[in-house]
């Protein structure tokens, strides 16, 4: 079992800056891809960056250039620094680990983000 505790949400207003931790305990060697969604109010979950475990990284197009996304394999965190926030970022934020032979999926409990305008 994996367990990921989210932490770093919060307000902020549009043009300001939050970052995500997300701390990784159990079967840390069972990972592979790990990364970070989110979920606005009314809509689907979606993916905003992930980075595979040979350190490929992807990001939502809508966040290309303010979001950074990295993973520190000796604390077993991954994080993401969020600049120049819009109000369209706001939703709740989740951690995810996916098993690296894709037998599981682990999320985190969720971390609101808010940004007004």
């Known amino acids: 079992q994996v367990q990921l505790v989210e932490s770093g949400g919060g307000l902020v207003q549009a043009g300001g800056s939050l970052r995500l931790s997300c701390a990784v305990s159990?079967?840390?060697?069972?990972?592979?891809?790990m990364g970070w969604y989110r979920q606005a109010p009314g809509k689907q979950r979606e993916l905003v960056a992930d980075i595979k475990s040979g350190g490929w990284i992807n990001y939502n197009d809508s966040v290309k250039g303010r979001f950074t996304i990295s993973r520190d394999s000796n604390k077993n965190t991954v994080s993401l620094q969020m600049n120049s926030l819009k109000p369209e970022d706001t939703g709740v934020y989740y951690c995810n680990a996916k098993h690296k032979f894709y037998l599981a999926d682990y999320w985190g409990q969720g971390t609101q983000v808010t940004v007004s305008s």
């Open positions: 159990g079967s840390i060697a069972s990972i592979g891809a």
